[in-house]
């Protein structure tokens, strides 16, 4: 994969994503986009792809995640961390797993500017519901989920040259037991009587 971020949404034009998707032949005819999700965490869209060829192995949409847009402040980077460790679980882990991974097209991060980019298959399913909650399938399906995606490297020593799945150094540990308390009585507060 080639290391190519788009700094924001306006940056997904023709050219890139025919570089990213299309290995570069110049075949994307349009690209049109749609924000999808609530973007807490990155901007994320559903790009409808048209091609100059008849190809089937060129997706007609794919889901692309790019960096939230605010301004450059401690949660950005915060979230670059998070930004490369998604980056790094589709480029070293995804296919090691056993559940379903929507196929990676470009999976990308820049640490100088803490943005990245992830071009994937779009899937069907559901978006859940968490103030619901889910019927008793609902959660074994994800209890199964969960452990094809644990399962294939439980207790796997290779896993430890990986520097991006271990937290850093005992500043970043503190920071985020930090963040938990400060969540947690808002937490509490909101879902005692649940």
């Given at each position: 994969?080639?290391?190519?971020?788009?700094?924001?949404v306006?940056?997904?034009?023709?050219?890139?994503?025919?570089?990213?998707?299309?290995?570069?032949?110049?075949?994307?005819?349009?690209?049109?986009?749609?924000?999808?999700?609530?973007?807490?965490?990155?901007?994320?869209?559903r790009?409808?792809l048209?091609?100059?060829?008849?190809?089937?192995?060129?997706?007609?949409?794919?889901?692309?995640?790019?960096?939230?847009?605010?301004?450059?402040?401690?949660?950005?980077?915060?979230?670059?961390?998070?930004?490369?460790?998604?980056?790094?679980?589709?480029?070293?882990?995804?296919?090691?797993?056993?559940?379903?991974?929507?196929?990676?097209?470009?999976?990308?991060?820049?640490?100088?500017?803490?943005?990245?980019?992830?071009?994937?298959?779009?899937?069907?399913?559901?978006?859940?519901?968490?103030?619901?909650?889910?019927?008793?399938?609902?959660?074994?399906?994800?209890?199964?989920?969960?452990?094809?995606?644990?399962?294939?490297?439980?207790?796997?020593?290779?896993?430890?040259?990986?520097?991006?799945?271990?937290?850093?150094?005992?500043?970043?540990?503190?920071?985020?037991?930090?963040?938990?308390?400060?969540?947690?009585?808002?937490?509490?507060?909101?879902?005692?009587?649940?």
């Amino acid at each position: 994969m080639i290391d190519l971020v788009a700094d924001d949404v306006a940056a997904l034009d023709r050219d890139y994503v025919d570089a990213v998707v299309g290995g570069g032949r110049g075949h994307l005819a349009s690209i049109v986009t749609e924000r999808i999700g609530t973007g807490q965490v990155a901007v994320t869209v559903r790009a409808t792809l048209r091609w100059t060829v008849d190809d089937p192995s060129l997706p007609t949409t794919v889901v692309v995640k790019v960096a939230a847009t605010e301004p450059d402040t401690p949660e950005r980077q915060r979230r670059s961390t998070t930004y490369r460790r998604e980056v790094c679980f589709y480029r070293h882990l995804a296919s090691r797993i056993a559940t379903s991974v929507p196929a990676c097209h470009h999976a990308a991060h820049d640490s100088a500017s803490g943005g990245f980019t992830i071009v994937l298959d779009e899937v069907s399913g559901a978006v859940g519901d968490q103030l619901r909650g889910c019927t008793i399938a609902e959660a074994e399906a994800v209890v199964d989920a969960a452990v094809g995606l644990h399962a294939p490297t439980w207790a796997d020593r290779t896993l430890t040259a990986f520097d991006w799945l271990h937290a850093s150094d005992d500043e970043s540990r503190r920071a985020r037991v930090e963040r938990y308390h400060l969540l947690l009585p808002g937490f509490t507060a909101r879902y005692a009587a649940r």
